[in-house]
């Protein structure tokens, strides 16, 4: 049972592996779940919801992979309320040392009538079949009432209570069309702790979307109120407007202790970390505004405030970038650093890389040194996920070459590419540098992926900066995002096209589409 010791204790449950890969274009792998999986761990998530185990063969590998390298936080898998989907999550958890299974039913009159067909009372009935056969695998079992923050009160509160007789240990209330607002959504968990007779051998937790852009502060409002769970999601992905922003939730708990004094179990320090990670991976970028994790959020611009801030931080600054884990990017290693120093600040910034890939990660840190002068972290963190993610590829760029300016000639690119361990070249025009570019990987493997995406960022400043390129190709209704990274921005431009190739390629080998159920 999973009521907790410590009233004030909020458990942060991170969906950005579900309810945040049903972001139109979100997909993620298998190795970048995992990736992201070790990272929320590392930063204390109670609990990380990694898929949705009958959706579909990856979501099930994801959920199951995941079960098996996290060791602290709860594994957790979605299940709708049917046996089948149970199973499956229960199958998919299996090898976590703490797993849980999640079910959830809508129970607003809307949704029963018109999604589900359902008279309430199946509704009821399939509440307390699907926890309590949901209990037969695991002592900790989620309930959700999907569409909660349109659910009529009673009914609710007859559902919460039979699901918690049934053995749910979490009563999740969602606010899934994201329609709540702060002062009625607290009061609907006010309502359900002061109703329930039962509520207390649960915890109450909340899933706020952010249509109305309230997801945080109905999240906030609950956790006034008495939840105790938060569900969340890194940069606030997920479905439409996206989840509760994680980052913001937990800072506003830890800048807020006089107003709000509950606490959680997240090291803050990681959160720009987490941030830069999912945001690579899925090629949804962060705005330059966005609370916390923006690029502006710790910046000033204007004089009066500049003036204030060397006068005193906290003039302008309610929390510092260090707490969040932004520390000036710092000058690293030079030409001549040797390859213990190398590893040794790998290992300070986050990555315990094996011989091979610390091998790999040297040669390329030693390519860097000789174009750029300066290399700070956020060097080394671009140029190391670039070198893994390339792991293992069928397609490769050898060389590239560019010609292009102001002449009225149509620009050309001259690409050799390794394919299946062939080297191939042709040369192609194009309607810019990196339209001649795609031409030419489009005639040395023709293929029928469109893209959806080209996005350039530049990892540090200066004109000297790494390019870290997203590129997303859809086929068959399979999205997939890849990433490159270079001084060069068409370098890293192909990079990421061909990175974004090969995922493609794996996705066909592995057959079925990461299709999303309807909820
Ligand atoms: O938004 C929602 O209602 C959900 C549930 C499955 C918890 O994502
Ligand atoms: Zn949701």
Redesign the pocket.
Known sequence: MSVQTDPNHVVIFD?TL??GE?SPGASMNLDEKIRIAQVLEEMGVDVIEAG?PIASEGDFKAVNEVSKIVTESVVCG?ARATRMDIDRAAEAIKPARRGRI?T?I?TSPLHMKHKLQMEPHKVYEAVIDSVSYARKFTDDVEW?????SRTEHDFMCRCVEAAIDAGATTI?I????GYALPDEFGAIIEMLLNRVPNIDHAIVSV?C?NDLGLAVANSLAAVRAGARQV?CTINGL??RAG?AAMEEVVMALRTRQNSMPYSTSLVTEHITKASRLVSTITGFGVQPNKAIVGANAFAHESGIHQDGMLKNAQTYEIMTPESVGLNKSKLVLGKHSGRHAFREKLREIGYDLDDNATQTAFKRFKDLADIKKEIFDDDLIALVDDAVIRTNDRLRLVSLEILCGTAHRPPKASIELEVDGEIQGCNATGDGPVDAAFNCVKTLFPHRARLHLYQVHAVTQGTDAQAEVTVRLAEDGKTVNGQGADTDTMVASVKAYVNALNKLLLKRERGKPNQVLS?
């Open positions: 969906t579900r309810d049903q949705f979605l999640h959830f809508s959700s009432c999907e569409d909660g999740n969602p606010d899934t069309v899933h979307h569900e997920g479905e989840n909820k």
